[in-house]
């Protein structure tokens, strides 16, 4: 006995699957169209977002740190 028959025993076999498969479209069947569609313009998004150049955002000082500096500077001139 090889080492792959013994890690595929438990597994379904075919006709397992078969009905596995049609157990999932008896519960899931209404929404598979959807859930294809949000998955297609997913992709089709990820795609365009890899084509678009990257922009670095600028980096601002915070309001409450230039308030700290100037703080900081009067009363070193004091």
């Given at each position: 006995?090889?080492?792959?028959?013994?890690?595929?025993?438990?597994l379904?076999?075919?006709?397992?699957?078969?009905?596995?498969?049609f157990?999932?479209?008896?519960?899931?069947?209404?929404?598979?169209?959807?859930?294809?569609?949000?998955?297609?313009?997913?992709?089709?998004s990820?795609?365009?977002?890899?084509?678009?150049?990257?922009?670095?955002?600028?980096?601002?000082?915070?309001?409450?740190?230039?308030?700290?500096?100037?703080?900081?500077?009067?009363?070193?001139?004091?």
């Amino acid at each position: 006995m090889t080492i792959t028959s013994t890690v595929l025993a438990g597994l379904p076999g075919g006709y397992e699957w078969l009905i596995i498969l049609f157990i999932i479209l008896l519960l899931f069947g209404r929404r598979l169209p959807g859930v294809a569609r949000s998955l297609g313009q997913g992709i089709s998004s990820f795609k365009k977002g890899l084509n678009e150049p990257v922009e670095e955002p600028v980096e601002e000082k915070p309001k409450d740190d230039a308030k700290k500096s100037e703080s900081k500077a009067e009363t070193q001139d004091a």
